[in-house]
C-alpha cells in the first residue's frame, strides 16, 4: 500500500508566474483534499475533488484551481502567484468525501516560496 | 462556521513525565469530530487521536488521551511518558461528521519539545 506523495517537495517562483503542484493519492483513495499552511499557522482548507468534481472549496480566490484525474491523482494550479502564496501546501487522501469517522492521510507536502 | 483556538504557542517535557496541550473549539455543528494530529519536521501531518462528539467517553490511544469537555467545547491532550520521538507540532483540529465534504478546520498548533 503505497502513501500519499506530492511533488515537488520544494519550488521557487517570482511574482506574477504560474505554478501546478501534484498530488498521488493513496491506493483505493477517491478523494483529495488540498491545504495551505502558511509559517507559523495550521493548515487552510483550499478545496476538495471526488471522483474528478470539486467538492467543496475554502476561502481562497479563483486564482486557486484544481484537477482530479481518473486515476484520482490530484493537482493544484495557482495562477498570478503573489508574494502570500509562500507556504507548504499539503494534499491529503481518504477513501470517503465526507465523515469524521474517515481517515485522512496526508502527504509530505510542497514548500513553495514566491520571490 | 468552526473555529479551533489553541493557546499554547509552545510547550516543553522532560522525557518520562506528562504533558497536557490545550485546545478549545467553537461549532454550530451538533455533531462532530474532534482530532489532534502530529506534524514531526518531515511535515507529514500524522494523526495521533480523534473524538466523536457524541461519545462522552474520552478517547485514548496507548500513551495519548483526551479530556472532552462538550459543555466547555474543551478537547486538551494528555500524553504520557513523553518520548524524545513526541518532539513535533501538534494541532488540534475539528471537522462536522455530515455535510457535502470533509473539511478540517485547524489552530495554530503547539510546538512540544521534549527534554532528555
Known amino acids: 500500500e503505497t502513501g500519499v506523495t506530492q511533488s515537488p517537495t520544494h519550488l521557487i517562483k517570482t511574482r506574477g508566474q504560474q505554478v501546478t503542484l501534484r498530488c498521488s493519492s493513496q491506493s483505493g483513495h477517491n478523494t483529495v483534499s488540498w491545504y495551505q499552511q502558511a509559517l507559523g499557522q495550521g493548515p487552510q482548507f483550499i478545496f476538495q475533488y471526488y471522483r474528478e468534481e470539486e467538492n467543496g472549496r475554502g476561502n481562497f480566490p479563483p486564482r486557486f484551481s484544481g484537477l482530479q484525474f481518473p486515476n484520482y491523482s490530484s493537482e493544484l494550479n495557482v495562477n498570478a502567484l503573489e508574494l502570500d502564496d509562500s507556504a507548504l501546501y499539503l494534499c491529503a487522501s481518504s477513501r470517503r468525501k465526507t465523515g469524521g469517522n474517515e481517515k485522512l492521510f496526508f502527504g509530505s507536502g510542497t514548500q513553495l516560496s514566491v520571490l | 462556521a468552526q473555529t479551533v483556538t489553541q493557546s499554547q504557542p509552545e510547550m516543553s517535557v522532560q522525557e518520562a513525565e506528562t504533558v497536557t496541550l490545550s485546545c478549545t473549539y467553537d461549532?454550530?455543528?451538533?455533531?462532530?469530530?474532534l482530532f489532534w494530529y502530529k506534524q514531526p519536521p518531515s511535515r507529514q501531518m500524522i494523526l495521533v487521536i480523534r473524538?466523536?462528539?457524541?461519545?462522552?467517553q474520552n478517547a485514548t490511544e496507548n500513551r495519548f488521551s483526551v479530556n472532552f469537555q462538550k459543555a466547555a467545547k474543551s478537547f486538551s491532550l494528555k500524553i504520557s511518558d513523553s518520548q524524545l520521538g513526541d518532539a513535533a507540532m501538534y494541532f488540534c483540529a475539528c471537522t462536522n461528521s455530515g455535510g457535502s465534504n470533509y473539511k478540517l478546520t485547524f489552530g495554530k498548533g503547539t510546538l512540544l519539545t521534549v527534554n532528555p
Open positions: 473524538q466523536e462528539a457524541y461519545k462522552q
Open positions: 461549532t454550530s455543528e451538533s455533531d462532530y469530530y
